[in-house]
């Protein structure tokens, strides 16, 4: 059997994507339009949310800063994030001059620790912003505890639309959600974020943001906007949305079939009720079987990945002391990931799995 080289990730696009982006083309108008705001009412409907209430911006980055400056905070305000996550967290606080304070994560789900959470709550704590880590949902239910002490949860859904909590979808539950549509997330435009929530104000203010000339009064705004174009692909993207989910699903069972029997250990959800969207399969082994499993699958044809290196881990672009952030040093020792997107094809993933079996 010919293998050809095996990416850790691709986009799943189609004809229906090249289509659309042609017609938009063809249409002469390019530019935020009419696209960006059935993109914007097609992400409420699938997310069960009021109409016009998502605004779409140009990245997931630009999204979580737009959600930090229209809660008004005051100055030196800390907001509590993790240390295994990307660092578009930290960069959108700095942007929006506040304070990170930085907490470690649960072994588990990979997901912020609510109980370490706990004892890092201060006088200036003004947000908690929340990831769903790889698409497996944290039961944020446990935050709104916060939110009655007038804490802000912002639900970072980068990687996570789809997954869901209980009946509900994350990024419904937090006064605000983002949602990231980047050439490698679950659903891609190329680029493009989106700002998500039930609170009107807030929407409104962040589109104000997003609309930064053209209005009568003055104050800071900032072109945020994203194209038809993208807006265009992002609807056929979420049309398909069901067999993503499916098709990763199918491919996450397989694997964890194949980890019984290794008795490998790999990234899940807390409860029942929580469903991950299966955004990545992350594996969790001693550093050298890591190593190796890395070179074997390589030697091989077939790229994985380490998700969150360690010096990726905020608390070590800060300088904090390592001893605070256990759990996520040993994640950024121990973890892999490994394909399983849509656009993998059955002979390819057929193949990772033989090669899993044999190993």
Request: hydrophobic share 40%; net charge neutral.
């Given at each position: 059997?010919?293998?050809?080289?095996i990416?850790?990730?691709?986009?799943?696009?189609?004809?229906e994507?090249?289509?659309?982006?042609?017609?938009?083309?063809?249409?002469?108008w390019?530019?935020?339009?009419?696209?960006?705001?059935?993109?914007?009412?097609?992400i409420?409907?699938?997310?069960?949310?009021?109409?016009?209430h998502?605004?779409?911006?140009?990245?997931?980055?630009?999204?979580l800063?737009?959600?930090?400056?229209?809660?008004?905070?005051?100055?030196?305000?800390e907001?509590?994030?993790?240390?295994?996550?990307?660092?578009?967290?930290?960069?959108?606080i700095?942007?929006?001059?506040?304070?990170?304070?930085?907490?470690?994560?649960?072994?588990i789900?990979?997901?912020?620790?609510?109980?370490?959470?706990?004892?890092?709550?201060?006088?200036?704590?003004?947000?908690?912003?929340?990831?769903?880590?790889?698409?497996?949902?944290?039961?944020?239910?446990?935050?709104?505890k916060?939110?009655?002490?007038?804490?802000?949860?912002?639900?970072?859904?980068?990687?996570?639309i789809?997954?869901?909590?209980?009946?509900?979808?994350?990024?419904?539950?937090?006064?605000?959600?983002?949602?990231?549509?980047?050439?490698?997330?679950?659903?891609?435009?190329?680029?493009?974020?989106?700002?998500?929530?039930?609170?009107?104000e807030?929407?409104?203010?962040?589109?104000?943001?997003?609309?930064?000339?053209?209005?009568?009064t003055?104050?800071?705004r900032?072109?945020?906007?994203i194209?038809?174009?993208?807006?265009?692909?992002?609807?056929?993207?979420?049309?398909?949305?069901?067999?993503?989910?499916?098709?990763?699903?199918?491919?996450?069972?397989?694997?964890?079939?194949?980890?019984?029997?290794?008795g490998?250990?790999?990234?899940?959800t807390?409860?029942?009720?929580?469903?991950?969207?299966?955004?990545?399969?992350?594996?969790?082994?001693?550093?050298?079987e890591?190593?190796?499993l890395?070179?074997?699958?390589?030697?091989?044809?077939?790229?994985?990945?380490?998700?969150?290196?360690?010096?990726?881990?905020l608390?070590?672009?800060l300088?904090?002391?390592?001893?605070?952030?256990?759990?996520?040093?040993t994640?950024?020792?121990?973890?892999?990931?490994?394909p399983?997107?849509?656009?993998?094809?059955?002979?390819?993933?057929?193949?990772?799995?033989?090669?899993?079996?044999?190993?």
């Amino acid at each position: 059997m010919q293998i050809s080289n095996i990416a850790h990730n691709k986009p799943f696009l189609g004809l229906e994507e090249a289509n659309i982006a042609s017609s938009v083309i063809e249409s002469g108008w390019l530019a935020q339009g009419i696209k960006t705001k059935e993109f914007e009412n097609a992400i409420c409907a699938y997310l069960n949310i009021a109409s016009n209430h998502a605004v779409a911006v140009s990245n997931g980055t630009s999204a979580l800063y737009i959600s930090l400056q229209i809660l008004n905070l005051p100055k030196n305000s800390e907001v509590i994030i993790p240390t295994y996550v990307c660092s578009s967290l930290l960069n959108a606080i700095y942007m929006a001059d506040l304070i990170p304070v930085v907490v470690d994560v649960n072994p588990i789900d990979f997901n912020i620790d609510i109980n370490i959470v706990d004892a890092k709550i201060t006088s200036k704590t003004r947000v908690i912003i929340i990831p769903h880590t790889y698409g497996v949902p944290l039961d944020i239910k446990a935050f709104s505890k916060y939110k009655l002490n007038g804490i802000f949860i912002i639900e970072d859904c980068a990687t996570a639309i789809g997954a869901k909590i209980g009946d509900y979808y994350a990024g419904t539950f937090g006064d605000i959600a983002i949602f990231s549509f980047y050439a490698s997330k679950f659903l891609t435009c190329g680029n493009g974020g989106m700002v998500v929530s039930n609170n009107i104000e807030l929407i409104n203010k962040a589109r104000d943001y997003r609309e930064f000339d053209g209005v009568d009064t003055y104050h800071k705004r900032f072109n945020f906007k994203i194209t038809d174009i993208q807006a265009a692909i992002g609807i056929e993207q979420l049309k398909k949305i069901d067999g993503f989910l499916i098709r990763r699903k199918n491919f996450a069972k397989q694997y964890s079939d194949v980890c019984k029997i290794k008795g490998w250990d790999y990234q899940t959800t807390l409860g029942v009720e929580l469903l991950a969207n299966n955004y990545r399969f992350v594996l969790k082994l001693e550093k050298k079987e890591r190593e190796n499993l890395k070179q074997y699958l390589n030697k091989n044809k077939v790229c994985s990945i380490v998700p969150t290196e360690n010096f990726e881990l905020l608390h070590n672009y800060l300088k904090l002391d390592k001893c605070d952030y256990q759990v996520a040093e040993t994640l950024a020792e121990s973890t892999l990931s490994i394909p399983i997107y849509p656009a993998l094809k059955d002979i390819e993933f057929n193949y990772i799995i033989r090669l899993l079996k044999k190993y």
